[in-house]
């Protein structure tokens, strides 16, 4: 079929209608087929640049949106290593500070209770030392001098207890240094 073009045909009237063949002669002899060819090879022609600029503005759109959505990935995955870097360096700093306080804080704590740990029995002995001694002047029966630094100098805590349980039995300091009893 082929489409009417009533400009090409202008003596017909409307009781005059041509035939297929009448119309098909008419074509040939009016260069309709090459008009036509040329109109379809416009139209390509136009359907092409037409389609070129439709690609291209949907290819720009989609190129666009790719390349945001990639710059996104790609700027997510920059900014998380980037980001871990600073966490990492920053953690370090702040593990380094709590370290070395953590440090000082065990190191005194150490200190203290080795300190503690040395000097309690220390105390302990001194504590029965000096109970001794007071239990002797209670008792009336006060040590001399190198008595007194004789009994300040144990560091066993079992001897200074033996010897203040003694201290209430001794009828004299010298007695309570006697060991045959």
Known sequence: MFPTYPLLIPDLQDEDVPTSAELLELARNENIFEELDQNYA?????GRT????????????LGRTEGIERGRIEGIEQGRTEGIELG??????????EGIRLGHAER???????????GR???VVRGWAES???A?????????????????AIEDEHVLQ?????AFTVHSTDELFDTDQ
């Open 42 to 46: 416009d139209g390509i022609e136009q």
């Open 50 to 61: 037409e389609g070129l600029k439709l690609g291209r503005a949907k290819g720009r759109e």
């Open 88 to 97: 990492h360096a920053e953690g370090l700093k702040q593990g380094r500070t």
């Open 108 to 118: 005194y704590e150490l200190a203290r209770a080795r300190g503690h740990a040395r």
């Open 121 to 123: 029995p220390e105390g």
């Open 132 to 134: 001794l001694l007071t």
């Open 136 to 152: 002797l002047r209670y008792r009336g029966l006060p040590a001399s001098q190198k008595q007194h630094e004789r009994i300040m």
């Open 162 to 166: 033996e010897w203040f349980a003694r």
